[in-house]
């Protein structure tokens, strides 16, 4: 397997998880007491336990797409903040299974397509030791080192379906100019179509006021699947819920994406692109990621575009802490 490139990789700093400490025992434990620091510099991945649901914390720190694509700069320091908003979340796994973190990608200079690239390397190199990545960016140019990475590891007759929690599709066409955050599921389809391949793609949450024509024409030409923003509430529950059940089943795995520009500024401030009219992580959109959860078929998931500079209040680390909860515990 791939080793990473210490160009562009660290581990996790010693004292960046915390939390409070209730006692040793499994049913008071915390994550900052559960969680592995693994230093892939120094040591071998453990391998993850058969039948258990295991779990690799990956960081993307890069600003370079949202550079790029003219949006708010700072997403690259989302990893650490968001490991530090999840120190002190209590333990609902199994005993036997490990949860690690592998330290971050990291994109210092220009050279983003070259991090995607040790992106993919890391997050194929988690699934071979039979663990769930779980990825923190970074822009949402972590879609495309992702996704690549998942294509390393599943066979060619998988059947690989994206669900793209988004106030944008993020089809822009890279043609004449620079990939970026906006380009990823283009790339992705491009892709697709050049190697035969079917692009399996359900955004959620798109808005209307944040995508263009072209953009629309792209997903149409595409055979994208969406679903707006203002359809997405428990008014139109039968629909949504269908819609994402039906995609679920046509697929064999499930990359899962959560962009948390997808929410309501009010309730995410802290993203690199603010939708005003976004969506709210209400008891309907938790019932909307418990079915997707549910399925069983989620291979690798990320969570995007967690900005700390506009986030004072920690408001949107929480958001992504009780998000990235839901994804990694046993619901009892």
Same mark, same amino acid.
């Given at each position: 397997?791939?080793?990473?490139?210490?160009?562009?990789?660290?581990?996790?700093?010693?004292?960046?998880?915390?939390?409070?400490?209730?006692?040793?025992?499994?049913?008071?434990?915390?994550?900052?007491?559960? *969680?592995?620091?693994?230093?892939?510099?120094?040591?071998?991945?453990?391998?993850?336990? *058969?039948?258990?649901?295991?779990?690799?914390?990956?960081?993307?720190?890069?600003?370079?797409?949202?550079?790029?694509?003219?949006?708010?700069?700072?997403?690259?320091?989302?990893? &650490?903040?968001?490991?530090? @908003?999840?120190? =002190?979340?209590?333990?609902?796994?199994?005993?036997?299974?490990?949860?690690?973190? *592998?330290?971050?990608?990291?994109? #210092?200079?220009?050279?983003?397509?070259?991090?995607?690239?040790?992106? +993919?390397?890391?997050?194929?190199? +988690? *699934?071979? $030791?039979?663990?769930?990545?779980?990825?923190?960016?970074?822009?949402?140019?972590?879609?495309?080192?992702?996704? @690549?990475?998942?294509?390393?590891?599943?066979?060619?007759? +998988?059947?690989?379906?994206? /669900?793209?929690?988004? @106030?944008?599709?993020?089809?822009?066409?890279?043609?004449?100019? &620079?990939?970026?955050?906006?380009?990823?599921?283009?790339? !992705? +389809?491009? #892709?697709?179509?050049?190697?035969?391949?079917?692009? %399996?793609?359900?955004?959620?949450?798109?808005?209307?006021?944040? =995508?263009?024509?072209?953009?629309?024409?792209?997903?149409?030409?595409?055979?994208? #699947?969406?679903? %707006?923003?203002?359809?997405?509430?428990?008014? $139109?529950?039968?629909?949504?819920?269908?819609?994402? #059940?039906?995609?679920?089943?046509?697929?064999?795995? /499930?990359?899962?994406?959560?962009?948390?520009?997808?929410?309501?500024?009010?309730?995410?401030?802290?993203?690199?692109?603010?939708?005003?009219?976004? !969506?709210?992580?209400?008891?309907?959109?938790?019932?909307?990621?418990? &079915?997707?959860?549910?399925?069983?078929?989620? !291979?690798?998931?990320? /969570?995007?575009?967690?900005?700390? !500079?506009?986030?004072?209040?920690?408001?949107?680390?929480? &958001?992504?802490?009780?998000?990235?909860? =839901?994804?990694?515990?046993?619901?009892?």
């Amino acid at each position: 397997m791939t080793e990473v490139n210490p160009d562009f990789y660290s581990s996790t700093l010693s004292g960046t998880w915390k939390g409070r400490t209730d006692g040793a025992d499994f049913d008071v434990q915390r994550w900052h007491q559960r *969680l592995i620091t693994v230093n892939l510099l120094e040591e071998r991945m453990p391998v993850a336990p *058969l039948g258990r649901k295991s779990i690799a914390l990956i960081g993307f720190a890069c600003d370079e797409g949202v550079l790029r694509n003219g949006g708010r700069v700072g997403a690259k320091d989302g990893p &650490l903040c968001f490991r530090q @908003a999840c120190g =002190n979340l209590p333990v609902h796994m199994d005993e036997s299974s490990l949860f690690v973190d *592998l330290g971050d990608i990291c994109c #210092e200079t220009e050279a983003m397509e070259e991090a995607q690239s040790e992106l +993919a390397n890391l997050v194929e190199l +988690a *699934l071979y $030791y039979g663990y769930h990545p779980l990825v923190i960016g970074g822009g949402h140019e972590v879609s495309y080192g992702h996704y @690549a990475g998942i294509c390393k590891h599943i066979s060619e007759k +998988a059947r690989l379906g994206i /669900i793209n929690f988004d @106030a944008h599709f993020d089809l822009r066409d890279p043609s004449g100019s &620079l990939s970026n955050s906006g380009t990823g599921f283009f790339q !992705i +389809a491009d #892709e697709c179509g050049n190697d035969s391949k079917p692009f %399996s793609y359900l955004a959620l949450g798109i808005q209307q006021n944040s =995508n263009t024509r072209r953009l629309y024409k792209a997903a149409e030409e595409f055979g994208a #699947e969406y679903i %707006s923003a203002n359809r997405f509430s428990v008014i $139109y529950a039968q629909e949504v819920l269908s819609k994402i #059940e039906r995609f679920i089943r046509d697929n064999t795995h /499930i990359y899962l994406t959560i962009d948390l520009d997808v929410f309501a500024a009010s309730v995410a401030p802290g993203v690199s692109a603010p939708a005003y009219s976004g !969506i709210f992580p209400d008891p309907f959109f938790f019932k909307c990621l418990q &079915l997707i959860i549910d399925s069983n078929k989620i !291979i690798s998931m990320d /969570i995007a575009e967690y900005n700390p !500079i506009y986030d004072p209040e920690h408001i949107t680390a929480k &958001l992504a802490a009780a998000l990235a909860f =839901n994804l990694l515990s046993k619901q009892i």
